[in-house]
């Protein structure tokens, strides 16, 4: 009789096993990427922004100021594209393009703080259940999901990289 064939089983169990959770992971991430799209849309609707008008809002609060072509970068948006998503949030008092002092041609865009509130608002339910799912895990956890979360992100900037190369 083979003496590895019970090591191979042991190991072909471990590896649909692993493969299982995997696929776990995928279609978890898939699913709360669906309930995130849904609910950029219901406060997009109730703030009157178009679901990309939010979703840079929501890059200029996090990394603005910043310059209208590294915004359109960021949000995978093309320049002429950007800049109506811009005169939008612009007249809807959400945001303020000022001149870039590095470069007096250039122009930075920026939230208007005093709005942010409204969307934080709207997104207090998600934050507050978010807080009781946390507080469900140890502190260790919390490090390795954010981590893993921070990977699995940079992972899908660089598909779509990928894909906007090619």
Same mark, same amino acid.
């Given at each position: 009789?083979?003496?590895?064939l019970?090591?191979?089983?042991?190991?072909?169990?471990?590896?649909r096993?692993?493969?299982?959770?995997n696929?776990?992971?995928?279609?978890?991430?898939?699913? /709360?990427?669906?309930?995130?799209?849904?609910?950029?849309?219901?406060?997009g609707?109730?703030?009157?922004?178009?679901?990309?008008?939010?979703?840079?809002l929501?890059?200029?609060s996090?990394?603005?100021?910043?310059?209208?072509?590294?915004?359109?970068?960021?949000?995978? /948006?093309?320049?002429?594209?950007?800049?109506?998503v811009?005169?939008?949030?612009?007249r809807g008092?959400?945001?303020?393009r000022?001149?870039?002092?590095?470069d007096?041609?250039?122009?930075?865009?920026?939230?208007i703080?005093?709005?942010?509130?409204?969307?934080?608002?709207?997104?207090?339910?998600?934050?507050?259940?978010?807080?009781?799912?946390?507080?469900?895990?140890?502190?260790?956890?919390?490090?390795?999901?954010?981590?893993?979360?921070?990977?699995?992100?940079r992972?899908?900037?660089?598909?779509?990289?990928?894909?906007?190369?090619g």
């Amino acid at each position: 009789m083979d003496s590895t064939l019970p090591g191979a089983a042991s190991a072909a169990a471990t590896a649909r096993r692993r493969k299982r959770l995997n696929n776990r992971i995928k279609d978890g991430l898939r699913d /709360l990427s669906i309930q995130m799209a849904l609910l950029n849309h219901q406060v997009g609707a109730h703030l009157d922004l178009r679901d990309a008008d939010l979703e840079c809002l929501d890059l200029v609060s996090r990394y603005g100021p910043i310059g209208p072509t590294a915004l359109a970068k960021r949000a995978g /948006l093309h320049p002429a594209t950007l800049t109506g998503v811009l005169d939008r949030l612009e007249r809807g008092g959400w945001v303020v393009r000022t001149p870039n002092p590095g470069d007096r041609r250039a122009v930075l865009v920026q939230v208007i703080k005093e709005k942010e509130a409204e969307v934080a608002f709207l997104f207090s339910g998600l934050n507050s259940a978010m807080d009781d799912v946390c507080a469900e895990y140890e502190d260790t956890d919390l490090v390795m999901i954010a981590d893993f979360l921070l990977r699995t992100a940079r992972a899908g900037r660089g598909a779509t990289d990928e894909l906007a190369e090619g």
